[in-house]
């Protein structure tokens, strides 16, 4: 878009800074934070997490907002969502060698997600597997390949 008006941010979790530049990044446990301390990641990166984490690194990391209890994936795309995106791309968010008839936390939490925000477009960007059954049937939820996404992300 003119003057990049369509550029798009990364919301990235855990140890994925290590393959891929984050615009936010948001981390949990005591060895990751670790990790973005000593590495310095945090001087040109925004890092967030739990209280405790901003806490036991005091002026390193943000507080995630609101204090959600969700998986960071699922938080990651409530963060995306909070900050007005009105398209979302799922990257990593495959289901690969596992029983369908089980559920995870990530998949719930994120599925709440995309129902409350209704109006923001999701699109399940899969490599090696599919998309969760139960997002499947929800209107603002589509699935794409990494050639689509590519072709349609003009990248």
């Not at 936010?24 to 967030?48: H, Q, R």
Request: charged share 20%; glycine share 6%.
């Amino acid at each position: 878009g003119l003057l990049g008006s369509l550029s798009m941010q990364v919301y990235g979790v855990q140890d994925v800074y290590k393959k891929l530049k984050c615009d936010f990044l948001i981390a949990l446990g005591k060895d990751t934070l670790n990790d973005l301390t000593s590495s310095n990641y945090s001087e040109e990166n925004i890092v967030y997490t739990s209280a405790k984490g901003c806490l036991d690194n005091q002026g390193e990391f943000y507080l995630i907002p609101q204090n959600t209890k969700t998986t960071p994936h699922a938080t990651a795309v409530w963060l995306a969502c909070f900050d007005g995106h009105r398209e979302i791309f799922l990257f990593g968010y495959d289901l690969v060698n596992r029983d369908n008839n089980t559920q995870t936390k990530m998949e719930v939490d994120t599925l709440n997600v995309m129902k409350t925000y209704s109006s923001v477009k999701f699109y399940h960007v899969r490599k090696h597997g599919d998309m969760p059954e139960s997002w499947k049937y929800l209107p603002n939820v589509s699935s794409m390949g990494i050639n689509e996404y590519v072709s349609y992300a003009d990248i």
